[in-house]
Every structure is written in structure tokens, then in C-alpha cells.
């Protein structure tokens, strides 16, 4: 399994959009990380899935900053990780809408937290996004107005206003329906093909992993390594919701479904 | 905007039914004292009641000034003790320590019977506002200042990671995520507080006061004057059912997005 991790694919590490080596976490006694090294190319999609606990969320917070570097190196465009950094969107599992804030002003939070844009053009871009992820009549609600799908399309529409290179996403779709899951998961496919991002998407969802990246890392159980990395090879653009009826798609799966279960025994 | 949730219009049908039962109730009433079934020293007269009422409020008008005595004092204690109580509040949450050592204090406080502290400010304070004001403040304090820490702790921890993960400062996630969210708590305790805080007074003012409503409850009362206090009774209701409701009507109007 070991050789697995090592079969980095992808660029070369200079201009890797994200850059991992030796890095590993410990929280007191318990190792969080172990040993992580890898490189994610500008564009690409990965996922990582892995068993709960494993480790996946401290990876997240390693790249967006909030979790310092204990040992090894995290670059994310060639630059140290750092708090705050605006090359880095983060979406959570929950949307994080402020329920002050209309679904227009949420959808501008973060631009404005960031100072991006004037005034008039930030509210273009929000009004923009809101009519790409279908919310263009619910811009004066608030959110306690809103169904949890419209909630985390409402989320979707303030992550990509910042226009960030590089998207972190931590299970953004883990606490929706299964249709409507589907309906986010295409929207976010056709958002990214348009924005042509780097995204990070953890998950617990094999098939949700499969179907949406180029590359699937899987995480074994604590102390979390990665125990595989593989290339998805289905052929883009991509629609989830036909993935589901595709031979192909459920060969892959079971393919990357095998190494979960080896990586989660040993 | 979602108004599903509010109880069905008060209908012409509706208000009838209540103005005659109303109606009825007080014709029992005075019927029973009347002819006795009911000593009218127990339960007093509807009669004599408004009478009294008539002659405090419209012939000598002197419950005018009870009212403005009393609800004087509960605003000044309201204000004074939430104040207080989110500056402690914000205090706790900014210095924990200072949460850690003051609580075994307060908790010793607030299990003090507060009426019981009455004679005690009575002598400190003198039978002036000062002393009901002080009963008004040792009651809504605590309430408001549980509030207050409650309402910071809620604030959602994701929302803090994504804001900090947007590079929002620490005194500005407290400033604009942390306080906003502890709004909604804050003001079910400032309502608390008020009703709190007229309730000391009261309580204070029926020991002993110079003026209020309370006073003079507890003059009337010693005097078997009982349709007078039936009558202060009913007014006392609806002077708690007024500061509710504008309270109510506040949150309603501040708190939109609730």
C-alpha cells in the first residue's frame, strides 16, 4: 500500500498548485497525520476519502492555514500555508450563512471580509453567481427562508464570488438528500469547468469521489496515512446523475472501493 | 415575510365570546359579594373597584404618581442592571479567568431569596427609588448576564473557521459574527429582565417604600380596602402585559432575520 502513496501523480512539484511532503500532525499522543506527501496540479480535481477520523478535515486545515505546520512542507502555489490566505476558498459541510444576512449579502460576505471588488461591482458578481446556482428570486430572503440544498448552493455562490485558484471543500453536500445532492454535485462540475479551479473535496462518499475528480486519494484509519492515490479515467465533461447508469463508473468504483476496505484493515 | 406561524386573526365572532364571558365573570362577581355568598372582604366588589380606580385616576389622581414611582424604578433598574450585566458578560468572555473566579460568587448570590435583601438595601438605601431599584437590579442582572454568556457561546464554530479561513481579524469576528449572534439571546433575556425587574420593585415597594404601586397595594391591603387591591391588581396585570408586548413588538422589528 505503501508504494501506492508513493505513485504521486500529476505535475511537478514547481508548479504544483498544492504541495505536500513528509508532513505529519500529531495532537498530543494521538497522531492525526502521518507522513503525507503529494501534489495536486492547477486544475485538478481530487478527493480524498478515507475512514471518519482519519484525518481528512486536518488536511483541510493544514492548506487553508488554520492548523499550523507541525513537520514538513505545505505549499499552496508555491507559497508556506498561512491563515487567511485569499489564494484559498473553504466550504464547509455546514453553509456558515451569517442568518443576518440575506442570501445576496451572504453571497458577498466573503468578498467583502476579503475587500475584493467596489461596491457595485460585488453585488453584480453575487447577483451573477445567485442566478448560476438558481437562487436569482430568493436574493431578499433570509436564510432561515431556505431549504438545506438552497442553503448550500447559496454557500457555493459566496465560495466561488471570491474567485479563488484553489478550492477546499470539507464534505460540502455530506449533510444533503440524495437528489438533491446530485443536482450540487453536477452544479459544482460545471462551476468548476467554468472557473477552472484547483479543488481539494473530502468526502466519505466513494462514489461522490469517483464521479466527481481525476484523482482519488484514499486515507487509512488513524494515525491517517495516505494508502492510495489513483487516476479516475472517465472521460470529461462529466454528469454525475449519468454516471450513476455508467458500467464504467461502477467498475472504477469497485476498483477504489477494494483499496478503501485493504487501507481501512490495515 | 413567513407569517405561517402566527395564531388565526381575532375575528368579530371571537371578540364577542371574550366580552361576554368577561362580562359575565364580573356579573358573578359582584352578584356573589352583593348578596353575601362570598364575604366581600375576601374577594371586594367590581363595583368598588372601579370606583376606586375612577377616583385614583380621573377625580384625585394620585395612583398617577404610584405608576410613574413604580415604573420609574423598573426602568431604572432594568437599564442599570443589563448594562451591567453585558459588560460582565463581555468580561467572562473576553478574560475566561475572570468568569472562572467570579462564578462560585455569583452562583452564592443568585441563590439569595431577593426579596430578602429588601430590609438590607431599605437601610443602605432609604425608603426612596434607590432602594427598589437596587432589589430591580439584584434580580434582572442575573438574568441578563446568563443570557449574555449564552448567546457569545452559541456563536457557531464554523462560522468562525470560515471567516478566519477569509482572513477575518479575531476583533472583528467578535465585533461581527460573535455579538450579532448572541443578539437573539441577549434580548429573550433583557425581556426576562424587565419583568424581573418591576417584580422587585413591586416586591420592594410592598415592604416599604414613600411612593408605588406597591406601597400602596400593602396600605390598602392592611386597611381591607379589597376592591382597591383587586383593582391595582388588574392594573399591575396590564402594565406587565403592555412592557411585554412592547418588547415583544421590538424583537419582532430588530430581529427580522429570526
Known amino acids: ?266 | 415575510m413567513n407569517d405561517h406561524n402566527k395564531t388565526p386573526p381575532l375575528t368579530m365572532g371571537w371578540i364577542v365570546a371574550h366580552l361576554v364571558f368577561i362580562a359575565a365573570l364580573i356579573a358573578l362577581w359582584e352578584t356573589s359579594a352583593r348578596l353575601r355568598w362570598v364575604d366581600p372582604l375576601m374577594i371586594g366588589k367590581p363595583s368598588d373597584a372601579v370606583g376606586f380606580l375612577w377616583e385614583g385616576f380621573v377625580t384625585e389622581r394620585s395612583l398617577w404618581k404610584d405608576i410613574g414611582y413604580t415604573l420609574f424604578g423598573t426602568f431604572a433598574s432594568f437599564v442599570l442592571g443589563s448594562t451591567m450585566a453585558i459588560l460582565t458578560g463581555l468580561m467572562f468572555v473576553t478574560w475566561p479567568a475572570t468568569e472562572r473566579f467570579a462564578t462560585p460568587y455569583l452562583t452564592l448570590l443568585n441563590a439569595i431569596p431577593r426579596i430578602a435583601l429588601a430590609p438590607l438595601f431599605l437601610l443602605w438605601f432609604g425608603l426612596g427609588l434607590g432602594s427598589k431599584i437596587a432589589v430591580g437590579v439584584s434580580l434582572s442582572y442575573f438574568v441578563v448576564l446568563a443570557a449574555t454568556v449564552a448567546g457569545i457561546r452559541s456563536v457557531s464554530g464554523d462560522i468562525v473557521t470560515l471567516a478566519r479561513s477569509l482572513g477575518v481579524s479575531k476583533g472583528r469576528i467578535f465585533r461581527t459574527i460573535t455579538l450579532p449572534s448572541a443578539v437573539p439571546s441577549i434580548f429573550s433575556g433583557l425581556r426576562l429582565a424587565l419583568v424581573y425587574s418591576m417584580l422587585g420593585v413591586i416586591g420592594a415597594e410592598l415592604i416599604a417604600a414613600e411612593h408605588g404601586i406597591g406601597q400602596t397595594l400593602s396600605f390598602l391591603q392592611a386597611n381591607f380596602e379589597t376592591s382597591a387591591v383587586m383593582a391595582l391588581l388588574l392594573v399591575l396585570a396590564l402594565i406587565g402585559l403592555a412592557v411585554t408586548m412592547g418588547m415583544s413588538w421590538l424583537e419582532r422589528h430588530l430581529l427580522r432575520w429570526q
Not at chain 1, 126 to 135: D, F, K, S, T
Not at chain 1, 143 to 157: C, D, I
Not at chain 1, 224 to 247: E, N, T
Request: one cysteine or more.
Open chain 1, 1 to 266: 500500500m505503501t508504494q501506492a502513496a508513493a505513485m504521486t501523480t500529476g505535475a511537478a512539484t514547481a508548479d504544483a498548485a498544492i504541495h505536500l511532503r513528509d508532513v505529519s500532525v500529531h495532537f498530543g499522543d494521538i497522531t492525526g497525520l502521518k507522513e503525507a506527501s503529494f501534489d495536486i496540479a492547477p486544475g485538478e480535481f481530487v478527493s480524498v476519502v478515507g475512514p471518519s477520523g482519519c484525518g481528512k478535515t486536518t488536511l483541510l486545515n493544514l492548506l487553508t492555514g488554520l492548523l499550523p505546520v507541525q513537520t514538513g512542507t505545505v505549499k499552496v502555489l508555491g507559497k508556506p500555508a498561512r491563515e487567511g490566505n485569499s489564494d484559498v476558498a473553504y466550504m464547509l459541510a455546514r453553509d456558515c450563512l451569517l442568518p443576518w444576512r440575506t442570501t445576496l449579502g451572504n453571497a458577498m460576505y466573503g468578498m467583502e471580509a476579503r475587500g475584493l471588488l467596489p461596491g457595485k461591482e460585488r453585488e453584480k458578481k453575487a447577483h451573477h453567481l445567485l442566478e448560476r446556482v438558481g437562487l436569482h428570486g430568493f436574493a431578499d430572503q433570509y436564510p432561515k427562508a431556505l431549504s438545506h440544498g438552497m442553503r448550500q448552493r447559496n454557500a457555493l455562490a459566496r465560495t466561488f464570488c471570491l474567485d479563488s485558484p484553489v478550492l477546499l471543500m470539507d464534505e460540502p453536500f455530506g449533510a444533503l438528500d440524495a437528489q438533491t445532492k446530485l443536482q450540487l454535485e453536477d452544479l459544482l462540475l460545471d462551476l468548476w469547468r467554468e472557473h477552472q479551479k484547483t479543488v481539494v473535496f473530502i468526502t466519505h462518499d466513494l462514489g461522490e469521489a469517483v464521479a466527481l475528480s481525476d484523482r482519488v486519494m484514499v486515507m487509512s484509519a488513524r494515525p491517517g496515512r495516505i494508502v492510495a492515490d489513483i487516476k479516475i479515467d472517465l472521460p470529461r465533461p462529466r454528469s454525475v446523475r449519468d454516471l450513476q447508469k455508467s458500467h464504467e463508473f461502477h467498475e472504477i468504483y469497485t476498483e477504489v472501493w477494494e483499496v478503501l476496505e485493504a487501507g481501512m484493515k490495515s
